[in-house]
Structure formats: structure tokens, C-alpha cells
């Protein structure tokens, strides 16, 4: 089946500057890749996905980007801001993982005022 | 507000004993897909079930199951709960199959002392 792995596990940066977290997949056939925000003790919230006929996707001060070559994909966030601190998830879907979503660990991030 | 509903919040019982989560989907969407989330294994798939029928599974534990009904909602019973069952249940649903764009339910949080 599909194995998801995200990195860095945590993540701190200053307010305004910018965050990086990596997945990387290993079922070739997998085309889906949505990423999570969860606040603490909240649901987990889609805030933007990716399907594999694209490289990149936009929306606002996020983008995520998928290289099916290497098999991985990355979310950006530009200009942090103080409520961006959550945990963030990527997740990746499809081939022989149909209907099932794996998750990476998770990536906690602070963002500091 | 994602529109997916989730009853009861919290759930605290006894080990040995057995519960039953509920689930409503967003209007219009006809798959549920169940959830557990616990700190040291993250977020688990367990199943999904499409317009009334058992889509996709996890690893779910055969003490559990679900089911899906004919207006959508659907229950998860657990039963012969130990400690390590006490965890975050969400559930989420989507318009289709294919586990694309699932919108996440608050979650149930079960206690098992």
C-alpha cells in the first residue's frame, strides 16, 4: 500500500517569513495529494490539494508543488503569520490505495509574532 | 463549519464495553470515510463506505465496524474496548468515491478507563 513521509516533524519560524514542509510517496500510481491544517483539538481542515496532472497550485499565500518523478510534493507558505501555527498534514491517495487516504506524520508549526 | 456532524463530542467509558459513533455527511456528498487519531500513530483510515456500501478499508480492528444507512449517516461500534482504543474519531465525507476532497467532521473523543 501507499506510505506517506513528511518532513521536518516541527517547524519554527519568524513572523513574515516564509515555510517549507516536504512529502515524499511511494505508490507511483497514487494522483491525489491534499494537504491538512489542524488546530489544536479542531478537525482536520483541506486547505488546498493536488492532482497529478498538475505541477503546481496556488491560493493566495499557499502553493503546493508535486514532482511525480521523483514522487514528491511540498507546500508553501508565504508571508507566515501568527495563525498559521497548527499541525499540517499532507496526504496522498489513489492507485492502489483508492478511496483510501494515507496521511503523512504531521508537521507541527509555530510561526513567532 | 465543514457540514459534516459528529455526536457525541466526548465519550468516556469502561473497558470491556462497547460504543457507537455517529456520522452525517454534508448534504449531497454519499461517501464517509472513518478516522482514528491517537499522538503516537497519527491519522489511521479505517474504512469508507460509498452510498450505503463498504468501499474501502484499513486497518480496522475486527472489534470494530460500520455501517452506513440508507438517508447516509453512518455509525462506528466499537466493542471490547481496551485503553488503546481511547483516541480522536473523526469521520469526513466526499461527493464521490474516490477519496478526493474529504471534509472532516469535529471528531468524537473517546476516553477508555
Known amino acids: 500500500g501507499e506510505n506517506v513521509e513528511q518532513h521536518p516533524s516541527t517547524l519554527s519560524v519568524q513572523e513574515g517569513d516564509s515555510a517549507v514542509i516536504k512529502c515524499t510517496y511511494s505508490?507511483?500510481?497514487?494522483?491525489?495529494f491534499p494537504w491538512y491544517k489542524q488546530e489544536l483539538g479542531k478537525r482536520p481542515q483541506l486547505i488546498i490539494d493536488i492532482r497529478s496532472n498538475v505541477g503546481e497550485k496556488k491560493d493566495q499565500r499557499i502553493a503546493v508543488t508535486l514532482n511525480k518523478t521523483a514522487k514528491h510534493f511540498s507546500l508553501h507558505i508565504t508571508e507566515t503569520q501568527p495563525e498559521d501555527s497548527a499541525v499540517y498534514f499532507c496526504a496522498a491517495t489513489g492507485g492502489t490505495s483508492y478511496g483510501k487516504l494515507t496521511f503523512g506524520q504531521g508537521t507541527i508549526l509555530t510561526v513567532h509574532p | 463549519d465543514s457540514g459534516v456532524t459528529q455526536t457525541p463530542k466526548h465519550l468516556i467509558t469502561a473497558t470491556g464495553q462497547r460504543v457507537t459513533l455517529r456520522c452525517s455527511p454534508r448534504?449531497?456528498?454519499?461517501?464517509v470515510y472513518w478516522y482514528q487519531q491517537s499522538l503516537d500513530q497519527g491519522l489511521q483510515f479505517l474504512i469508507q463506505y460509498y452510498n450505503g456500501e463498504e468501499r474501502a478499508k484499513g486497518n480496522i480492528l475486527e472489534r470494530f465496524s460500520a455501517q452506513q444507512f440508507p438517508d447516509l449517516h453512518s455509525e462506528l461500534n466499537l466493542s471490547s474496548l481496551e485503553l488503546g482504543d481511547s483516541a480522536l474519531y473523526f469521520c469526513a465525507s466526499s461527493v464521490a468515491g474516490t477519496a478526493y476532497e474529504q471534509y472532516f467532521g469535529p471528531g468524537t473523543r473517546l476516553t477508555v478507563t
Open positions: 448534504s449531497g456528498d454519499l461517501s
Open positions: 505508490d507511483s500510481a497514487s494522483n491525489y
